[in-house]
């Protein structure tokens, strides 16, 4: 019996010391599928946005672990087969997407988007900023990534209040969220896509925020329905900056990018130099156990 086949959207050589026992492919399957595509054991599907490679799932008839590059599972779980378990990319973006968390927070925070079209024009016009110092910060989603943002944000003298799925200690449930709305000077999104927060931030949510609180969103477009932060963007009521949205590529039409007090980037949290020797990191490590017939490690499981 020949070794399991393992597909991965880069070259087995970046993970270093490849685990023996297993056999290797590069494969791009939005571009081209292999006839070995009934064959694979273990796929890490490659990351971009908009699409994961998930159609061709149906074709690896020999599949028993698919392994994301994505923190989030919301485009691909639903293509996973019952049986083959899914793993996540839990650690590869928190470092990036926690340094844009709080890159968004300090630039709406002290104006940036406003001195930099100031600097387009070769206009000098000071102004008085809010400080993320003594400010609160409402973490609405407490995992790892949340984890990481917290971690850098406490350097700047604020204060965080956590929130998760359910309550343990230190952290609120998310049902508490009506409450503690009202106290946030920021609030930051980092839940993941799943049923409960899908339009969670909706025109209740904005109601209850502190007026003129700052919104920072870098979990996924859906989590906010659009609509209603268009209202609360224009009646001045919060502001915001939003990394993804609940559809991308973000229409050239699209009203967001008019909107009033609202920063926008082009989904880019997990974007950076920190991403890839995290990801081969956790790709030769999930390897190593999958050899061994060890247990993986970020299996989702239940409501993710």
């Known amino acids: 019996m020949s ?15 490849p685990p023996t026992g ?7 399957p939005t571009r081209h599928v292999p006839d070995t595509v009934g064959e694979v054991a273990f796929y890490v599907p490659p990351y971009a946005l908009g699409t ?9 008839h020999g599949l028993r672990v698919v392994q994301t590059l994505t923190a989030g599972v919301d485009a691909i779980r639903d293509r996973v087969p019952e049986g083959v378990t899914l793993c996540n990319g839990r650690g590869v973006h928190d470092t990036s997407t926690a340094e844009l968390a709080l890159t968004l927070t300090l630039a709406c925070l002290r104006g940036i988007p406003g001195f930099t079209r100031d600097q387009d024009q070769r ?15 409402l973490l609405v989603g407490y995992g790892a990534i949340g984890e990481a943002v917290e971690a850098r944000l406490l350097p700047f003298e604020c204060h ?18 009506p409450d503690l709305l009202p106290e946030a000077d920021v609030v930051i999104l980092v839940v993941p896509l799943t049923d409960a927060t899908h339009g969670l931030v909706d025109a209740a949510f904005l109601d209850r925020m502190k007026h003129g609180a700052l919104l920072v969103n870098v979990a996924r477009g859906a989590v906010i329905v659009t609509d209603d932060l268009l209202a609360a963007l224009h ?5 915001a900056a939003i990394d993804v949205a609940d559809v991308e590529p973000l229409p050239d039409d699209s009203p967001l990018y008019d909107a009033p007090g609202l920063l926008v980037t082009p989904h880019v949290g997990g974007a950076s130099s920190a991403m890839w020797p995290r990801a081969h990191r956790l790709v030769r490590e999930q390897l190593q156990r999958f050899a061994a017939g060890e247990d993986l490690c ?4 239940g409501d993710y």
Request: no cysteine; hydrophobic share 45%.
């Open 160 to 177: 965080v209040v956590r929130v998760a799925r359910s309550a343990r200690d230190g952290v609120h449930a998310i049902g508490d969220l």
């Open 22 to 28: 297993l056999r290797y492919e590069r494969v791009d």
């Open 3 to 17: 070794d399991p086949l393992v597909w991965l959207p880069f070259d087995p050589a970046d993970l270093g010391e």
């Open 235 to 239: 009646s001045g009521r919060v502001t």
């Open 123 to 137: 206009r000098w016009r000071s102004a008085w900023r809010p400080s993320l110092a003594d400010r609160t910060v």
């Open 52 to 60: 994961v490679g998930g159609e061709v799932i149906a074709q690896m």
């Open 298 to 301: 970020n299996v989702m499981v």
